[in-house]
């Protein structure tokens, strides 16, 4: 009968077991332990998705890397100095956008690359800030930064053209026609004469020449109005018509700063006593109209008796126009002249004028000056210089003034 309490047969193989403990011999021991398999990969692990995820997030990351260092580099070239070797003129044409200025600079050896100069400016400007026409000096050097500042400044490059006082409209018109910087005709209809504002006139390359003459212009008349709204009210000109033609010869008959308000009041008074104004420089724009007086053509005594509507040897009162385009120290001196007696003025070898209240004060005045031209050897029995004549050329005042 077997007895079911009996121990079962030891396992060997389990130490670990409940079983009595068998040891190992030597040459068992010495044998290498079985290595359990690695863990297999799961599906989720080896899924097409996961592999395509792995994949974009690689290239966002190099994608990344790239656009930071090519925005580095951009940033750098912008900023660096540039490839210009010596200073340069450069013109942005009228209308021109930032790609067609973009390529031009680069195509001028202004800029190294033109889609780094369009697209960092392109950043920088706000949306009501454009690159401006003109004319601009680049420095040597100068940065793409630096150049789109100074294209979007406007501060271009400033020409002149100079119109001193006493030019007549077709003088000055001529002047205009001639510089070799501004833009258009001229008109074929010349504005009035005295209408224009001798003046410097400053402007940029592509500015136009009707542009500068309604500037000219425009400067005149804002002037005339401020100077004949503080005038004296006791003049014998009425109308500013008259306040210029009067300013005008007044304008031609001196250049000193410091007699012309004395020169007015000699015309003035003669206007009051009804006195010819007996000017040479009416009698010349009579003879010769806006074109001028050829340079080595003199005053002939024979002049003075040509009936024109400007001579004022033979006409009373003011010519019908101004003769010239008056300054401003010229409308001056005759909105507010001195008050004088003096009728008569001529000149005193010293480049200005001696004045006379009688004619037998400005006879001797006379005599001085032929002497002073006799001896510089200008002396000419045809020639009539400096302001009245003397002797029976000279008016005299009406009786009972």
């Known amino acids: 009968m077997t007895d079911t309490n009996s121990t079962s047969e030891p396992n060997s193989g389990n130490s670990g077991g409940s079983g009595p403990f068998v040891p190992k011999s030597p040459n068992e021991a010495l044998k290498p332990e079985r290595v359990p398999e690695p863990p297999r990969r799961s599906r989720k692990a080896r899924s097409q998705l996961v592999i395509f995820l792995n994949f974009l997030m690689t290239l966002i990351v190099l994608v990344s890397v790239v656009a930071v260092a090519a925005f580095y580099y951009v940033i750098s070239a912008y900023q660096q100095p540039g490839p210009l ?17 973009s ?12 889609r780094v100069f369009r697209y960092m400016t392109a950043s920088y400007l706000r949306k009501e800030q454009t690159l401006k026409a003109g ?28 119109m001193p006082e006493g030019l007549t409209v077709q003088q000055m018109v001529k002047r205009l026609a001639d510089d070799p910087v501004l833009e258009g005709p001229v008109p074929n209809e010349l504005p009035p004469e005295g209408s224009l504002r001798p003046d410097t006139y400053k402007f940029s390359r592509g500015t136009t020449r009707g542009e500068i003459l309604a500037q000219m ?64 420089p009416t009698i010349l724009y009579g003879l010769f109209g806006g074109a001028g007086r050829p340079p080595d053509r003199p005053i002939m005594r024979s002049d003075i008796d040509k009936v024109t ?40 070898g010293t480049g200005g004028h001696a004045f006379a209240a009688t004619l037998e004060e400005h006879n001797a005045n006379v005599r001085r000056w032929r002497k002073i031209e006799a001896e510089r ?3 000419s029995g045809d020639t009539l210089n400096g302001g009245s004549p003397g002797g029976a050329d000279a008016e005299k005042p009406p009786k009972g003034n």
């Open 217 to 280: 212009r425009a400067a005149q008349d804002k002037l005339i109005d401020q100077i004949w709204a503080k005038r004296d009210p006791d003049l014998p000109i009425k109308t500013k018509q008259e306040f210029v033609t009067l300013a005008s010869i007044v304008e031609k008959e001196t250049g000193k700063d410091d007699e012309r308000a004395h020169v007015a009041s000699v015309f003035m008074n003669r206007l009051n006593k009804g006195m010819r104004l007996q000017s040479d």
């Open 103 to 114: 390529q031009m600079l680069e195509r001028n050896g202004i800029v190294s690359d033109a």
């Open 135 to 162: 004319e601009y000096e680049i420095k040597a050097g100068m940065s793409m930064k630096d150049i789109a500042l100074l294209l979007e400044s406007g501060k271009s490059i400033l020409y002149s053209v100079s």
């Open 309 to 348: 509507p400007f001579n004022t040897y033979q006409i009373k009162g003011l010519p019908p126009t101004p003769i010239a385009n008056p300054g401003r120290a010229a409308l001056e001196a005759v909105a507010n002249p001195w008050r004088t007696n003096d009728l008569y003025f001529v000149a005193d």
């Open 377 to 379: 050897a200008n002396a």
């Open 85 to 101: 070797a010596t200073n340069t003129h450069f013109v942005v044409p009228d209308g021109a956008g930032l790609a067609q200025i």
